[in-house]
């Protein structure tokens, strides 16, 4: 079992940033790929970014791509969402996510995820 608690979500305008964090607790959390998922008002939860166990691959969807930066901290048991140059369209509920394989977090399918943080863009 890995338990997730995400932070960092708030208000922002368009064009700002924000930082996300999650805190993983139990299993050991370098086993683990790790990574972001949305859910925006009225739409399917979607994958956003994804980070190997070994910190070597990083993914992202293409909407997010050049804009956000995932990364971890396996000292810490810590994953970031760096969000750059944030849209009102990313507007959503962000949801950390681990699993031993990163194709399921490509496939929007974790074994496990956390609370979530809402993060909400202003135009």
């Known amino acids: 079992q890995v338990q997730l608690v995400e932070s960092g979500g708030g208000l922002v305008q368009a064009g700002g940033s924000l930082r996300l964090s999650c805190a993983a607790s139990?299993?050991?959390?370098?086993?683990?790929?790790m990574g972001w998922l949305r859910q925006a008002p009225g739409k399917e939860r979607e994958f956003v970014a994804a980070?190997?166990?070994?910190?070597?691959?990083?993914y992202y969807a293409d909407s997010v791509k050049g804009r956000f930066t995932i990364s971890r901290d396996n000292a810490k048991n810590t994953v970031y969402l760096q969000m750059d140059s944030l849209k009102p369209e990313d507007t959503a509920v962000y949801y950390c996510?681990?699993?031993?394989?990163?194709?399921?977090?490509?496939?929007?399918?974790?074994?496990?995820w956390g609370p979530g943080t809402r993060v909400t863009v202003s135009s």
């Open positions: 139990g299993r050991a959390f370098s086993n683990y790929a």
């Open positions: 980070i190997s166990d070994n910190n070597f691959n990083t």
């Open positions: 996510a681990a699993d031993s394989l990163t194709t399921k977090l490509r496939g929007n399918t974790p074994d496990y």
